[in-house]
């Protein structure tokens, strides 16, 4: 059976929202969010990476377009988050995420470098982020998380 032309389109969406979850539960709620993401994004060859980083989600998703629009279409009408907006939404012509089946990375104080290089230490504002920086932020963050996971692995 063919598949239609726009299910071979890889489509990358980038948006971010406020976290509406309180605070004692958000490791575990974030924890629960990853494991349904890796379940249901696998299944639909959906990558990319979540971003928690104080009270903001940022999150890439790359994948056949009708994945990655009807993935997004079911996270926008989550409860555990509101004000979704969209800072990227484009065709690709690869992935800038292949090999994260969605981890999630809460930024930490060591990395501070990584918003000081991207001039967003003052006020952690992605409202306010072009879809190239939020990509940059992201891959940034990618970055980090390959070289800590060589580096445990030793
Ligand atoms: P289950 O995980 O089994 O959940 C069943 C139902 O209960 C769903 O409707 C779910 O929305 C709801 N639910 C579960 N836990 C809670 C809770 N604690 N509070 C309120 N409602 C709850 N899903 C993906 O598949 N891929 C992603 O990349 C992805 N990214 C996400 C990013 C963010 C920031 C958030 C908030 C959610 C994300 N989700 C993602 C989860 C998504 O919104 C759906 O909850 C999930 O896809 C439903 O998976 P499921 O059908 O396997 O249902």
New binding site residues.
């Given amino acids: 059976m063919g598949r239609t032309p726009g299910s071979r389109t890889l489509h990358q969406l980038i948006y971010t929202?406020r976290?509406r979850?309180p605070w004692p539960?958000q490791d575990r709620?974030v924890e629960?969010?990853?494991?349904?993401?890796i379940?249901?994004?696998r299944l639909v060859d959906?990558t990319?990476l979540?971003l928690?980083h104080e009270g903001w989600?940022v999150?890439a998703?790359e994948g056949p377009t009708e994945a990655v629009l009807a993935?997004y279409s079911?996270?926008?009408?989550?409860?555990?988050?509101e004000d979704c907006k969209v800072l990227h939404a484009a065709p690709a012509e690869r992935r800038s995420f292949e090999d994260w089946n969605?981890c999630a990375r809460r930024m930490t104080p060591a990395d501070d470098a990584i918003l000081e290089t991207l001039s967003m230490r003052a006020s952690f504002e992605p409202y306010a982020l072009t879809g190239l920086q939020v990509l940059r932020l992201l891959k940034s963050v990618r970055g980090i998380q390959r070289r800590t996971q060589l580096a445990a692995l030793g």
């Fill in positions: 929202s976290v979850i539960d709620e629960s969010i990853v494991h349904a993401s379940r249901n994004n959906v990319g979540l928690v989600f999150q998703l993935t079911r996270i926008s009408e989550d409860p555990r988050h969605m």
